[in-house]
């Protein structure tokens, strides 16, 4: 949630007086909800953005950096090369390593910077193995790298140094092939040392220049001249000289907030070309589409997590969550780069078309006449280094492994979060919460979740309860857990400054607050007015933090309560854009260095703690609003805090699109829109496309009327249970879906071309999605839609209605009549899908509940499906092997199950209750084969009009191994 430009100027000024001014806060904040969007000059543009700006005065062109082949070190592990700007005589160091599973990591950085620049530590799982580069060539004008992969080389271009990545005669990727290569090296302010010199610190002086002097100077055969040091003083100082004229290199003002930037301009540039590709995704997260646009003449896409107040639509603006991930995509190979970097980072993403290139003596080839599309982005970030890995496919699935080798793969939910969550800004009390949940069981309406906001905290307090309005916590929690059902509750990572406060005294008394540029506890305003903000990325702080969490500290908490992390962008109401200064500090490092990464650390070290307080059996759930690469591996997001809009209802799919592209599956919109109050068609159809996306929450602002299912007429309540319901029979899929996230990487919720990718039709289709491969969604999230055209995949393929059983041929838009109970919804033929259509008031009642397969038909009569079944909700599947996992398969009238697993130790009582065949023929018979080669006939009916045969109470258990023959 977010708090609007007017009522926190007001908030700042009346600081002092934070608990009597709630009320007024909260007043304003909603006279300023009729605002239409975000104020946008709250926020940055690249022009506005000292570095992007200075960085984008840089065309395209002759790059002045060059690689001294003379310095080539070549170990089993990695390659190393330096480079010279050949303008101001700045060394960098390039270093190559090719990675394990057909990947390559470039890292540039000074080959002696004056201090250590930031590399993002954490987000890697582990240091990725390395496999032997070989030289192939090597001459004047550059050399050539075997990658041992499909003829595939690394050719580095001396004069300017640019770098190819090819196979056979195809060129895959290029770098710096645009002349876009920019490295602000770390100098010391010359005017600043200059204002100081006297006869005592000129020595000293001196001192300073033979350091630049070493370390710019080049040699006369590789340094690209015979300057004498004075030459070469006289260059760097006018080197220097020129980059000084340019305003906010040592110090910018945005607004009222000044940054000091002690450290000078540190930014980096590096730009790479995808010849025969004009389709590229990725970088989430941005209100857009899901094919990333052409910035040329505008601004590029921003990644800075921040908190935009009701954000804008098909805008390129930052949000609240950054993952530097770009995937490339044509009918021959996909591709990702992967830009490790946490501080503030636009890219810029230009169309072109790839003309002849000769790359030197070294290449036997010229590339083709014919010109072709050609996509080139470019990355700058404000500090840092370059860090690059080339992830080269060359299949979507290959590029979410390599990814996932690198980051980690989505956590693994319980069933539970899974279901159903029911949310707002807030619950007023314990009899509020009391009652919602006995109004969804007089409803007859599932759910697993309830939750609380801010306002069941004590004065915005974390950690703890009202004690007026939750006086007695645990009450209420088992009064959810009697039935089954959990509860989650906030904890920002902003905390009120308050000597009262336990929370705040622990973190001040161990130092552990962020700190400001003089060395003070950085505050700044958020809910509970005054806050502080620990530092998250200090690993004690991080531990102390999990700590909290135990039962003993967090008073009230028990087992079935779970976290939700807000505002941890961080959220910073007073501060620059709405969040940190850059010039704070985070230890040695300033905030500028790891401002992205900041929202994933809050996120960690909760996830660690809830898996602490169980002694590590249970797993945790946690949802955050901020994220970065890596985040996938510590719970849920969700898209922030939308509008009760249709245009808002539409983007949610390309943006939980975009983010499973880069890792992120457990993704989610506020269903129903977090502001404004949605027109009842708009609810109902927000249900059903929340009811088929990961995650499963609907959440409301303060001051809009309460949304609770059963508020908007019986009609309307039957078609929200109904969207429901349908999403708690298709648990089976959606937690088979996610152990495979969780041990492949794979997304959960696709985009068509993942599965399609020589399908060109799909590559920009975001109004429909596939779940896993096998279940085709297309939402309905226009007003007053009579109907629908879906695009249904696959040449030769077939696709059969989920509700009527109608079988569809693939590769054809189909034109679908909708009425407001329709949820355009198809499985694919070849496919098996388990369901269970018993459905009761929350997933865990239903965990041994039997299973209904729908196995559906290809052209050529077979099917392919999964089952996986464990406890639910502990580790126990990963550390003691106790889950199923099973193999459906059906071929040449035979339905068999197989295990998957031989090594796992799991039983289950649920059983196979009903089989429903789609395109089937009309058996004469059908017997069952038991495990222990027991057989016996199995009850059917035939629907000859739909080609539907369903059979009856086979009767086996779901773990065990069974055939079905059809005679």
């Not at 069933?415 to 007089?442: I, P, T």
Request: net charge negative; with cysteine; aromatic share 12%.
């Amino acid at each position: 949630m977010t708090e609007p430009e007017g009522a926190k100027f007001i908030a700042a000024k009346m600081a002092p007086s934070v608990d009597r001014m709630v009320p007024l806060l909260v007043a304003l904040l909603f006279l300023c909800l009729g605002a239409e969007a975000v104020d946008r000059s709250n926020f940055k543009t690249c022009e506005q953005s000292s570095f992007c700006k200075r960085q984008r005065e840089l065309k395209p062109g002759q790059s002045p950096y060059r690689a001294l082949l003379d310095t080539l070190e070549l170990s089993d592990s990695r390659i190393t090369l330096q480079l010279i700007n050949d303008n101001n005589k700045v060394r960098l160091l390039l270093e190559l390593y090719r990675l394990q599973g057909n990947m390559t990591r470039v890292k540039i950085n000074e080959l002696k910077p004056l201090k250590p620049r930031y590399e993002v530590p954490d987000v890697l799982i582990t240091d990725p193995p390395t496999e032997p580069m070989t030289l192939v060539a090597q001459d004047e004008n550059g050399l050539v790298l075997s990658l041992g992969v499909d003829e595939q080389r690394v050719i580095v271009s001396a004069r300017p140094f640019r770098l190819d990545i090819v196979e056979g005669p195809t060129v895959l990727l290029s770098l710096n092939s645009r002349g876009l290569l920019t490295f602000e090296h770390l100098r010391l302010r010359k005017d600043t040392i200059s204002h100081k010199i006297t006869s005592t610190v000129g020595s000293m002086w001196d001192s300073i220049k033979s350091v630049f002097s070493s370390k710019h100077d080049a040699d006369t055969e590789d340094g690209g001249g015979s300057e004498n040091a004075e030459q070469a003083e006289d260059e760097d100082e006018q080197a220097v000289k020129e980059e000084e004229d340019k305003p906010g290199m040592w110090e910018e003002t945005f607004k009222t907030h000044s940054d000091s930037k002690p450290n000078g301009p540190s930014s980096i540039s590096l730009d790479f070309s995808f010849p025969g590709v004009d389709h590229v995704y990725g970088i989430p997260e941005h209100a857009d589409t899901l094919k990333l646009k052409n910035t040329d003449g505008g601004d590029p896409y921003r990644l800075y997590n921040l908190d935009v107040f009701q954000y804008e639509l098909h805008n390129l603006m930052a949000l609240y969550g950054a993952v530097p991930v770009i995937i490339s995509h044509n009918t021959q190979r996909t591709m990702g780069i992967f830009w490790l970097n946490a501080a503030e980072t636009w890219v810029d993403i230009s169309s072109s078309t790839a003309g002849k290139t000769v790359f030197g003596k070294m290449m036997d080839f010229v590339q083709g006449s014919n010109e072709a599309p050609q996509t080139d982005v470019r990355w700058i970030s404000e500090s840092g280094i370059i860090d690059v890995f080339v992830m080269l496919g060359p299949k979507p699935n290959d590029v979410f492994a390599q990814y996932a080798s690198l980051t980690g793969t989505q956590a693994f939910p319980s069933l539970s979060m899974l279901g159903y969550h029911q949310c707002r800004w807030n619950y007023n009390d314990q009899e509020d919460v009391k009652a919602v949940d006995e109004g969804f069981d007089e409803h007859d309406i599932p759910y697993d979740f309830i939750w609380l906001d801010i306002e069941h905290t004590d004065g915005k307090r974390y950690f703890t309860w009202d004690p007026n309005k939750f006086a007695q916590p645990k009450e209420m929690l088992q009064g959810l857990m009697d039935k089954r059902r959990k509860m989650v509750a906030i904890v920002d990572p902003h905390i009120k400054v308050d000597s009262g406060y336990k929370i705040h005294n622990e973190i001040r008394s161990k130092n552990f607050y962020v700190k400001t540029k003089d060395g003070a506890d950085y505050e700044g305003w958020c809910w509970p007015g005054n806050s502080g903000y620990p530092d998250f990325t200090n690993p004690e702080m991080r531990a102390w933090w999990a700590s909290q969490f135990a039962y003993d500290q967090y008073k009230g908490s028990m087992e079935n309560l779970y976290t939700w992390n807000d505002m941890n962008e961080p959220s910073v109401f007073n501060g620059p854009e709405v969040t940190m200064h850059k010039d704070a500090l985070h230890g040695s490092w300033e905030h500028r260095d790891v401002h992205n990464i900041y929202g994933l650390y809050v996120q960690r070290a909760t996830f660690e703690g809830l898996i602490q307080r169980s002694g590590g059996i249970e797993r945790p759930f946690v949802l955050s609003r901020a994220f970065f690469a890596g985040s996938q591996r510590y719970g849920a997001i969700w898209t922030g805090d939308n509008a009760a809009e249709w245009g808002h209802l539409k983007i949610s799919i390309p943006m939980c699109l975009s983010l499973g592209l880069v890792g992120i599956s457990f993704c989610g919109a506020d269903v129903g829109g977090f502001f404004k109050h949605p027109s009842t068609e708009l609810l109902v159809r927000w249900y059903q496309a929340g009811a088929y996306q990961p995650f499963f929450r609907t959440h409301a602002h303060l001051d809009t009327p309460r949304r609770e299912p059963w508020l908007f007429g019986p009609d309307n309540t039957a078609l929200i249970r109904e969207a429901i319901r349908q999403r708690y029979a298709l648990l089976p899929l959606w937690y088979q879906l996610f152990y495979n996230a969780y041990r492949t990487g794979q997304p959960v919720m696709r985009a068509l071309w993942v599965e399609y990718p020589k399908e060109p039709a799909t590559f920009a289709i975001e109004d429909e999605y596939l779940l896993g491969k096998d279940l085709l969604v297309h939402p309905v999230t226009d007003e007053g839609a009579k109907g629908v055209t879906a695009y249904l995949p696959g040449k030769g393929e077939v696709w059969y209605d989920v509700h009527t059983f109608q079988k569809h041929k693939g590769a054809q838009n189909l034109y679908i009549p909708v009425t407001m109970s329709s949820i355009p919804v198809f499985q694919r033929g070849g496919s098996i899908i388990s369901r269970k259509n018993r459905v009761r008031r929350s997933s865990v009642c239903m965990e041994t509940d039997p299973y209904t397969l729908y196995v559906a038909l290809s052209p050529q009569g077979t099917a392919e499906g999964e089952i996986y079944i464990d406890d639910f909700h502990t580790f126990n599947f990963e550390k003691e092997k106790q889950f199923i996992h099973r193999r459906l398969h059906f071929s040449d009238n035979a339905l068999s199950s197989s295990n998957l697993a031989p090594d796992s130790n799991f039983s289950t009582a649920a059983w196979i209750e009903k089989v429903i065949i789609l395109g089937a023929s009309q058996p004469n018979s059908i017997s069952l084969t038991a495990a222990d080669g027991t057989k016996s006939a199995v009850e059917f009916e035939f629907d000859s009009a739909a080609s539907v045969l369903t059979l009856r109470k086979p009767g086996v258990n779901a773990g065990a191994d069974w055939t079905v023959l059809l005679q």
